[in-house]
C-alpha cells in the first residue's frame, strides 16, 4: 500500500559529502514524521535524523548532517557532510503513514540505500 525509496547511497572519501533520497508513494492519506535510521555491520540500528513536528539528529550526526523534505512530493532527504569511516552503513528511510481511507497510522521502511566512506 505504501512504499518507500531510497537513492544517493554510494562510495566516499573521507571528508565528502552524500546526498540521499527517498520517496514514499502509494495510497498515501498523510504523512507525518519521516526519518532516516542506519545499520552499521555488526551495529544496532540508530536514528540518525526524523523531521516532524521537531527535527531530531542523533548525537553523532548531529552538526553534519541536515534533513529535510518535499511535503508536496512526499520526499525527504539527508544531507551529508564531513562524512567518516564510522558513517559507513545501510542508510533505512521511515515515514509515519495513514493510508487514505483509513484512520490508523503505520511506521513504514525503505528498503535501505548502502553508504560507505573509506580512502
Known amino acids: 500500500q505504501v512504499q518507500l525509496v531510497e537513492s544517493g547511497g554510494g562510495l566516499v572519501q573521507p571528508g565528502g559529502s552524500l546526498r540521499l533520497a527517498c520517496a514514499a508513494s502509494?495510497?498515501?492519506?498523510?504523512?507525518?514524521?519521516m526519518g532516516w535510521y542506519r545499520r552499521a555491520p555488526g551495529k544496532q540500528r540508530e536514528l540518525v535524523a526524523t523531521s516532524g513536528v521537531t527535527t531530531t539528529y542523533g548525537d553523532s550526526v548531529e552538526g553534519r548532517f541536515t534533513i529535510s523534505r518535499d511535503n508536496a512530493k512526499n520526499m525527504v532527504y539527508l544531507e551529508m557532510n564531513s562524512l567518516k569511516p564510522d558513517d559507513t552503513a545501510v542508510y533505512y528511510c521511515n515515514a509515519y503513514v495513514r493510508v487514505s481511507g483509513r484512520l490508523s497510522w503505520n511506521a513504514y521502511w525503505g528498503q535501505g540505500t548502502q553508504v560507505t566512506v573509506s580512502s
Open positions: 502509494g495510497s498515501i492519506g498523510s504523512i507525518s514524521t
